[in-house]
């Protein structure tokens, strides 16, 4: 999730992972695969705010992400994140481009 004030666009990728609920313990090296299934990807222009809700226990990793990746940090309560993407003038977003990626696991 990356935010660019400055060309007035936000990126937002998301992964979907598809695996078999069992679970693998190894005592020596592990691989698996990783298989893109299908790709979807959604453009809108012409937005004015785009901010960002999650409720986490990764708090603090997350605010530190988000902060790097441009986002001004809105709020942050009992696990609630909340970022928004504008630089300090006021500047809003233009343009949001939102990838999701549906992906097998093979182990």
Not at 20 to 33: A, C, L, P, R, W
Request: include cysteine.
């Amino acid at each position: 999730m990356t935010c660019h004030p400055e060309s007035e666009t936000v990126v937002i990728s998301l992964t979907e992972v598809k695996a078999s609920d069992q679970s693998v313990q190894y005592t020596d090296s592990f691989g698996f695969t990783m298989t893109e299934r299908e790709r979807k990807t959604h453009f809108e222009d012409g937005v004015s705010n785009v901010s960002i809700r999650m409720n986490t226990s990764y708090e603090r990793a997350w605010n530190a992400s988000l902060e790097r990746s441009g986002w001004e940090m809105t709020g942050s309560e009992g696990g609630d994140i909340l970022a928004t993407c504008e630089d300090s003038g006021g500047k809003t977003v233009d343009s949001v481009v939102i990838t999701v990626v549906e992906t097998d696991v093979e182990y």
